[in-house]
């Protein structure tokens, strides 16, 4: 008998949270055990019952999901996350698998192309627009970026791999035994560096531009 998948929806819109609720369990072999407009709420869920699959708006109130993700992937790393976005998914696709995601798709997708992805992860597949292939995974050339990463001290780079992560500034102090101020000035120097002006311009940078390709399969 095929197992029953657990889901937990995680979003800003009830209305279409409700419908994707609909669409799922009309499989047969999905259960939704909440949806959630109160993120601290479904991810507490998500900690608590590990669901197999997540599904999470790429639209998080006062919060960016690069700061998010990984933490839902720590405390539940069997399960799949999928993001759902009105943006232009391509340009985030790397990123985010990066961060722990095992997919992303459009608000804007058909019934039939969500439950597609999700049947694709049973298997052990990611799907994606074949489109994405033909423009190229990666949206623009990383060199340029790339050499401003370079100028990046190691200790900067470890403090941008920390907070990608979702590690907190006194948790990195303390990990490289320095004080909480010292993490705002070694801020300061990497966001010149970077050229950018808020953190979630940092990490959106940094998580674009400074790991490697890993292998994708559509």
């Known amino acids: 008998m095929r197992k029953v ?3 937990v929806i995680m979003g800003c819109h009830p209305t279409s949270m409700l419908g994707t ?6 499989a047969g072999s999905l259960i939704v055990l909440g949806t959630f407009s109160d993120w601290e709420q479904g991810a507490a869920m998500v900690r608590e019952e590990r669901p197999e699959l997540v599904l999470l708006d790429y639209c998080v109130p006062d919060e960016v999901i690069e700061t ?6 720590k405390e539940a790393p069997a399960s799949h996350f999928v993001v759902m976005t009105d943006r232009e998914g391509r340009e985030l696709l790397l990123p ?4 722990g995601a095992s997919g992303i798709i459009s608000k804007g997708a058909s019934p039939s192309q969500l439950l597609q992805l999700i049947e694709g992860l049973r298997e052990g597949f990611l799907s994606m627009p074949l489109d994405w292939l033909e423009m190229g995974i990666l949206p623009i ?3 340029e970026d790339g050499d401003v990463l370079l100028k990046l001290t190691p200790t900067e780079r470890f403090i941008m791999e920390r907070i990608v992560q979702g590690i907190t ?3 990195i ?5 320095v004080s909480r101020r ?3 000035n070694y801020l300061r120097k990497i966001y010149v560096k970077l050229e950018v002006s808020t953190r979630a311009q940092a990490i959106e940078k940094y998580a674009l531009y400074s790991r490697q390709v890993r292998p994708v399969y559509a």
């Open 68 to 73: 998010i993700l990984p933490g839902l992937k």
């Open 182 to 184: 010292s993490i705002d």
């Open 141 to 143: 050339s990383a060199t």
């Open 173 to 177: 102090a303390a990990e490289i035994e």
């Open 169 to 171: 500034y006194d948790k």
């Open 5 to 7: 998948w657990q889901v």
């Open 21 to 26: 609720k609909l669409i799922l369990e009309e």
């Open 96 to 99: 985010l698998l990066k961060l």
